[in-house]
């Protein structure tokens, strides 16, 4: 059985860091790209970060280049997320998303993990 | 980017009937890299359909997916009770890859 297992939200003030992971099990990790999405509170998804299944290529929404950073550990079955310089409008649910065979329509999520950003 | 616009924002109906929800995008999404996700209250998204019309494992045969080009459909032929949820389309095929901002399903 697919399992992806977000953890490593929490409260952190403004210009604070903060790294997710997410522990995969149930298919071969490493060759599926996997993804960042967030749900901002009321709001809708939107698309964070990928990267493919070997790590080779990253991508990011404009809204968090430069200050997240995902990677990967395929001997572990984990992806992380390192969020840095992080704002108020980073406050959302963050979910770990897998990809489907070579695209990235995504077949199965974790159950999200809430990062809030505040003072 | 590619700006998807969803419509209605909430569609209200009777069990047994048809709904047809619509996904209309600003740009043609490339070899129709379209999908539909089913969310509920408090649940992560599920995929419905992706390659706008293939419906993935699992999915009952009453939600069907249509459309090319700008303009793709999701249709829950005889709506249930369990489909209450908001529906989110989703284009994969150019960077960034982006969402609608949903539709609301109620039963009346």
């Known amino acids: 059985e697919v399992q992806v297992l977000e953890s490593g939200g929490g409260l952190v003030q403004p210009g604070g860091s903060l790294r997710l992971s997410c522990a995969a099990s149930?298919?071969?990790?490493?060759?599926?790209?996997m993804s960042w999405v967030r749900q901002a509170p009321w709001k809708g998804l939107e698309w964070v970060s990928s990267?493919?299944?070997?790590?080779?290529?990253?991508y990011y929404a404009d809204s968090v280049k430069g200050r997240f950073t995902i990677s990967r550990d395929n001997s572990k079955n984990t992806l992380y997320l390192q969020m840095n310089s992080l704002r108020a409008e980073d406050t959302a649910v963050y979910y770990c998303?897998?990809?489907?065979?070579?695209?990235?329509?995504?077949?199965?999520w974790g159950q999200g993990t809430l990062v809030t950003v505040s003072s | 980017e590619i700006v998807l616009t969803q419509s209605p924002g909430t569609l209200s109906l009777s069990p047994g009937e048809r709904a047809t929800l619509s996904c209309r995008a600003s740009?043609?999404?490339?070899?129709?890299?379209l999908a539909w996700y089913q969310q509920k209250p408090g649940q992560a998204p599920r995929l419905l359909i992706y390659?706008?019309?293939s419906r993935a494992t699992g999915i009952p045969d009453r939600f069907s997916g249509s459309g090319s080009g700008t303009d793709f459909t999701l249709t829950i032929s005889r709506l249930e009770p369990e489909d209450v949820a908001v529906y989110y389309c989703q284009q994969y095929g150019s960077s960034p890859q982006t969402f609608g901002q949903g539709t609301k399903v109620e039963i009346k």
């Open positions: 990267i493919s299944g070997s790590s080779g290529s990253t």
């Open positions: 740009q043609s999404v490339r070899s129709s890299y």
């Open positions: 149930g298919f071969t990790f490493s060759n599926y790209a």
């Open positions: 998303a897998k990809s489907s065979g070579y695209t990235y329509a995504y077949d199965y």
């Open positions: 390659g706008a019309s």
